[in-house]
């Protein structure tokens, strides 16, 4: 690979169970290349089932980076993670392979791809603690209507999320520094991106053929243990980050004995499905990305072959 002023990086970004993890490792060893995770439960120890984190097989002696490296009772901000992430990427590039960013954490890759710079600062963790109290208290919407009084923007994209803790956490930047996440944000990303990017998404014509992927992928997940990685993560005092993964929260009221185990899997079905319709409208947003509907190709070798022609035709690794 030849020097260049940018980093050349590929993107594989989509809802869960789209793909994403085959088409990275295909990209990687098509391009002598490394893959950085870009999944906010992924970074954590023991949560192997649940987060879908691929196993030795699935990476076909493709290292991943940015993977099971935190205890789940840490917490872990997209501030970190961009940093760490960007080291990564710079040792990748320096050893001459080419980093393939593959994830859903839209955020992740936000910040990632678009060189955000986060202030040091607005951190009250008193402040916090009495945000998450409300949370459980009132629910997110009472959080939701605070915000929107001072930063509107930030509440309607979250609103989209539904994420609580970036709710609190753009409500506890406003009260300890004055300035909101929308003008953080805007200030974040003053600085040029480092990268010389292609970002590739996979979706599909036929939403109802994602569904059913997602839902035969949850009744893999149960075959493979997943009540018993459950069962263990929310024994354990985790923080809020780990416990909230898709996979744990869904099965506690089958532990709780207040409901059955069918209940449950339905459950975790449909909180699943709408967590990927929450990943595409986020994605959908990125005008850069191009699409593959991965429904209408025959098999992941063509779904493969269309990504490969749309890298070489960014020009990224000239």
């Known amino acids: ?24 490792v295909a990209i990687a060893k098509r391009y002598n290349g490394e893959v950085v995770s870009a999944d906010s439960m992924q970074i954590y120890t023991g949560m192997q089932i649940a987060t879908a ?40 590039y320096k050893r001459g392979k080419l980093p393939v960013l593959v994830g859903g954490t839209g955020l992740y890759v936000h910040a ?22 409300r949370l459980e208290r009132e629910g997110m919407d009472s959080l939701l209507l605070e915000l929107a009084q001072f930063d509107p923007d930030s509440a309607e994209r979250l609103a989209q999320t539904k994420n609580a803790k970036r709710i ?34 996979l979706t599909f014509r036929d939403r109802g053929k994602l569904y059913d992927r997602i839902d035969r992928r949850v009744d893999q997940m149960l075959e ?34 207040v409901c059955t185990l069918q ?9 699943t499905r709408k967590y990927a319709k929450r990943q595409l409208t986020w994605f959908k947003k990125d005008q850069s990305i ?5 429904d209408v190709c025959k098999n992941e070798e063509e779904v493969a072959r269309t990504a490969c022609s749309y890298i070489e035709q960014s020009g990224i690794l000239q």
Not at 117 to 128: C, K, M, S
Not at 247 to 255: A, I, R, V
Not at 263 to 271: H, I, N
């Open 224 to 257: 493979q243990g997943l009540l018993k990685e459950a069962e263990y993560i929310l024994s354990q005092p985790c923080g809020k980050t780990a416990r909230m993964a898709i996979g744990y929260k869904e099965l506690k009221p089958y532990f709780d004995g």
């Open 168 to 201: 609190i956490r753009a409500i506890e930047i406003f009260k300890t520094t004055g300035i909101t996440m929308t003008q953080h944000v805007a200030r974040s990303m003053k600085n040029p991106s480092p990268y010389r990017d292609v970002r590739i998404g």
């Open 53 to 92: 984190k691929p196993d030795a097989i699935q990476r076909q002696g493709i290292l991943h980076h940015m993977m099971d490296f935190l205890d789940p009772q840490e917490t872990y901000s997209v501030a970190q993670y961009a940093q760490r992430a960007r080291n990564v990427i710079c040792d990748i």
């Open 290 to 294: 191009r699409w593959i509907e991965t």
């Open 112 to 133: 990632l791809l678009n060189h955000l710079e986060f202030a040091p600062g607005g951190e009250d963790p008193a402040l916090r603690r009495e945000l998450f109290a």
């Open 1 to 24: 690979m030849q020097q260049a002023a940018f980093i050349p990086l590929v993107a594989i970004v989509g809802p869960t169970a789209s793909g994403k993890t085959s088409l990275g």
């Open 263 to 271: 209940d449950a899997t339905e459950k975790l079905k449909r909180e």
